[in-house]
């Protein structure tokens, strides 16, 4: 179950790489909450197609250096990983940035994963 946790997060990032915000939410439940930016939650899906395009339009390449940590009680996971990501903005400035992934994914009735609450940005509160 663990290693469908980790393939769940990285056929997200490999979506969001490609631009493919469809695929991209078909990996987060109907109810999901997603920071795009530090401490500042949003839910519904016209918000977070909203926030993945704008993520997409860098043309990210997302690592996962450090690996990655899940727990997982019933049907509730935790996905916790450190990521860094280069790209290059639509003007041509290049774009770096890095932080600490949380994400709370919840199985499926088909025993599939579906991410719930997601937060990149989750290193913001570590001294």
């Known amino acids: 179950m663990r290693q469908n946790v980790i393939d769940?997060?990285?056929a997200m990032t490999a979506a969001l790489e490609r631009g493919d915000i469809d695929t991209v939410m078909s990996f987060y439940a109907d109810d999901?909450?997603?920071a795009f930016e530090p401490g500042e939650p949003v839910g519904g899906e016209q918000q977070l197609r909203t926030g993945f395009a704008a993520f997409a339009a860098v043309h990210p390449d997302f690592r996962y250096d450090?690996?990655?940590?899940?727990?997982i009680t019933g049907d509730i996971a935790v996905h916790i990983a450190p990521w860094t990501m280069n790209g290059t903005a639509p003007d041509g400035t290049p774009v770096a940035q890095s932080g600490l992934s949380v994400a709370t994914l919840r199985r499926q009735?088909?025993?599939g994963w579906k991410i719930?609450?997601?937060n990149p940005f989750g290193a913001r509160l570590v001294p």
């Open 116 to 118: 719930v609450l997601d």
């Open 8 to 10: 769940t997060v990285s």
């Open 109 to 111: 009735v088909d025993g």
């Open 32 to 34: 999901a909450v997603v």
């Open 66 to 71: 450090h690996g990655h940590e899940v727990m």
